[in-house]
């Protein structure tokens, strides 16, 4: 034998002579047409503590099904509604030092986050501004609102007018 191809055409000559002389069943003959894969291992019952072992949680035993559906999740009310107790001296002392703990490291905060800038998004810092809005509106082309002459219409009484819209718009 000089090759693998030699070998595989020895073997496959062999089985076609002992299939000649009637030493060997013909692959057709012996069912779906497939070589023999080996023992038949179907009807072998593996214990479900090795699967447990193996498998770890994904295995679920034969004898119990697989879940299908999530379990409903129910709340439970509670029984009573606490009443709101008086507070007195004593947890108030308690308290007291409490607040001013978390007073001071909300300032800390504050402080650490402002100095960084990561909070605001005014990144100039505080500018002053001379002009008025009426002076800057002027400069770029507004026209500045005027007060009507008309009798009822002051604000009061197109606030009136408005809601008297909208509630006919309702019905």
């Given at each position: 034998?000089?090759?693998?191809?030699?070998?595989?055409?020895?073997l496959i000559l062999n089985q076609v002579e002992g299939i000649k002389e009637?030493?060997?069943?013909?692959?057709?003959?012996?069912?779906?047409?497939?070589?023999?894969?080996?023992?038949?291992?179907?009807?072998?019952?593996?214990?479900?503590?090795?699967?447990?072992?193996?498998?770890?949680?994904?295995?679920?035993?034969?004898d119990t099904p697989a879940v299908e559906e999530i379990p409903e999740l129910?709340?439970?009310?509670?029984?009573?509604?606490?009443?709101?107790?008086?507070?007195?001296?004593e947890t108030a002392q308690q308290l007291v030092p409490l607040l001013e703990?978390?007073?001071?490291?909300?300032?800390?905060?504050?402080?650490?986050?402002?100095?960084?800038?990561?909070?605001?998004?005014?990144?100039?810092?505080?500018?002053?501004?001379?002009?008025?809005?009426?002076?800057?509106?002027?400069?770029?082309?507004?026209?500045?609102?005027?007060?009507?002459?008309?009798?009822?219409?002051?604000?009061?009484?197109?606030?009136?007018?408005?809601?008297?819209?909208?509630?006919?718009?309702?019905?």
């Open positions: 034998m000089d090759s693998i191809g030699d070998f595989a055409q020895n009637g030493k060997e069943l013909p692959s057709s003959a012996k069912g779906n047409g497939l070589a023999p894969a080996g023992r038949d291992i179907s009807r072998v019952k593996v214990p479900d503590s090795f699967m447990t072992e193996l498998l770890g949680e994904a295995y679920h035993p034969q129910v709340w439970e009310q509670p029984e009573e509604a606490q009443s709101p107790q008086a507070l007195t001296e703990e978390v007073k001071s490291l909300l300032k800390e905060m504050t402080a650490a986050t402002t100095s960084s800038g990561s909070i605001g998004v005014n990144m100039a810092g505080p500018q002053k501004c001379d002009d008025s809005w009426e002076a800057m509106e002027k400069r770029y082309g507004y026209k500045s609102s005027k007060a009507s002459k008309l009798p009822g219409d002051s604000r009061k009484e197109v606030l009136k007018r408005a809601i008297r819209s909208k509630l006919r718009k309702q019905k």
